[in-house]
């Protein structure tokens, strides 16, 4: 379970980031974001939120993202090996953190978890899972 009062920090705003991003940002929770693209983070911070350029190694940008104070790690990037090695990373400085992460595929589940993820969501399963609770009436 997430725990402590500090930001979540979110990796990644596409289309899953920027939706989680704005859930979380209209319920109160203090969020950092991180994303690779410079226009989309400084547009979050136009919108008054706090946001991370990544750039240099994965354990730098989670401490730029303030790692050591987060009550909870997001990675939501598409690329699975990029996902992984922040997920270790992140792992390394802060065993106690939990970490969610999207998955593309059921190898990239197990991938994920294996780097240290303690939830991973592949949307395909999930899709999948709402559709039959609709049939079954769930």
Known sequence: QPHGDGPVILIGLGRVGSAIAAQLSEAKVPLVVVDQDRLK????????????????????????????GARMLMVTVPDELQGGALIEAARRLRRDLFITARAHSEEGVEYLRSRGADLVVYAEREIAGRMVENILGV
């Open 41 to 68: 983070v400084e547009r979050w911070r136009r919108g008054g939120g706090r946001g991370v350029v990544a750039g240099g190694s994965p354990a730098e940008v989670l401490s730029d993202a303030g790692i050591a």
